[in-house]
Nanobody, 126 residues
Framework: QVQLVESGGGLVQAGGSLRLSCAAS????????MAWFRQAPGKERESVAT????????YYADSVKGRFTISRDNMKNMVYLQMNSLKPEDTAEYYC???????????????????WGKGTLVTVSS
């Protein structure tokens, strides 16, 4: 089993920045790929960014390209999401997620996920 714990959410004005962190623990050797998803009220959960655990290849949703950066620190078992130029439409609960097994070389989908964190809330005011 893998446990994921997010931190770093909060309230920020439009145009501002936040950095989310995700701490992975347990059988982290199982992890193939990690990702950030988000879910706004009344909407489906959507994939935001993906990073492969070993090779650090990254993939982004079109809505965040050029503004968000996903990174990881394997020594610390941490994954980060740097969010710049935030917009009110970025307001959502953000979830860290991981799949087990081999690396998936694309943006992860919800059906790919084996492990979920509990989420951290990001609110962007206009």
């Amino acid at each position: 089993q893998v446990q994921l714990v997010e931190s770093g959410g909060g309230l920020v004005q439009a145009g501002g920045s936040l950095r989310l962190s995700c701490a992975a623990s347990g059988r982290t050797s199982n992890i193939g790929t990690m990702a950030w998803f988000r879910q706004a009220p009344g909407k489906e959960r959507e994939s935001v960014a993906t990073i492969t655990w070993s090779s650090s290849r990254t993939y982004y949703a079109d809505s965040v390209k050029g503004r968000f950066t996903i990174s990881r620190d394997n020594m610390k078992n941490m994954v980060y999401l740097q969010m710049n130029s935030l917009k009110p439409e970025d307001t959502a609960e953000y979830y860290c997620a991981a799949d087990s097994g081999r690396e998936l070389l694309r943006l992860l989908r919800t059906r790919d996920i084996d492990y979920w964190g509990k989420g951290t809330l990001v609110t962007v005011s206009s």
